[in-house]
């Protein structure tokens, strides 16, 4: 079956700092990556998605990059800012499933 | 910005009860899904639900659970007997197509006492 890793539990940065988050995946045939972040009490709100044919992409303030040969995905956050403080889960789908598999996430703390 | 709606945001039910999780999906959505997350733990899938029925379940959506779209807006999670592992936070998500677009909802936080 597949997993979704995360290579940090809890990542600490100053404010201003750009962050990077990781995550490792074991099924190859995983094509439709997302990250989430995920304030107390809130569901994981949609931060930025990438398909299996592109290796980079950029929102506000964020890039994900997608290394499929080594199946790892991470998510880098510029200037990072208090507002950010949250977990960050990545999550993958595979073609013919709607359903999405989520990583364990990653605790992003910004301190100002 | 069009959201999903879960409620309530918090039930706490006694072991052996039955709940209903409802939910409310963004309004041009076709496809639902309901995901749970333990204490800590990460998002796990319970169901997928199209065209008014199941699409796709995990192993942990057993026969003490069921969904419904009694309505042409609400969808429904029913546990029947609860178990005090049960107790989690219940996301609700839509999208309007199969493999992208999710938009999930701020969860209902079951309590089994």
């Known amino acids: 079956g597949e997993s979704v890793g995360l290579h940090l539990p809890t990542l600490s940065v100053q404010e201003g700092d750009n962050s990077i988050i990781n995550c490792a995946y074991s099924n190859s045939a995983s094509d439709y990556f997302i990250w989430y972040k995920q304030e107390s009490g809130k569901g994981p709100q949609f931060i930025i998605d990438i398909r299996s044919n592109m290796d980079k992409r950029q929102g506000q303030r964020v890039t994900v990059l997608l290394n499929k040969t080594v199946k790892h995905l991470s998510l880098q956050i510029a200037a990072t800012q208090p507002g950010d403080s949250a977990v960050y889960f990545c999550?993958?789908?595979?073609?013919?499933?709607?359903?999405?598999?989520f990583g364990k996430g990653t605790m992003l703390l910004v301190s100002p | 910005e069009p959201e999903v709606t879960q409620t309530p945001s918090h039930q706490v039910t006694q072991m052996g009860q039955e709940v209903i999780l409802r939910c409310v999906p963004i309004s041009n959505h076709l496809y639902f899904y309901w995901y749970r997350q333990i204490l800590g733990q990460k998002v796990e899938f319970l169901v997928s639900?199209?065209?008014?029925?199941?699409?796709?379940k995990s192993e942990i959506f057993d026969d003490q659970f069921s969904v419904e779209r009694p309505d042409g807006s609400n969808f429904t999670l029913k546990i029947r007997s609860t178990k005090l592992e049960d107790s989690a936070m219940y996301f609700c998500?839509?999208?309007?197509?199969?493999?992208?677009?999710?938009?999930f909802g701020s969860g209902t936080r079951l309590t089994v006492v």
């Open positions: 639900f199209y065209n008014n029925e199941i699409s796709e």
């Open positions: 998500a839509s999208s309007e197509v199969r493999d992208s677009g999710y938009t």
């Open positions: 999550a993958l789908a595979s073609p013919g499933y709607s359903t999405l598999t």
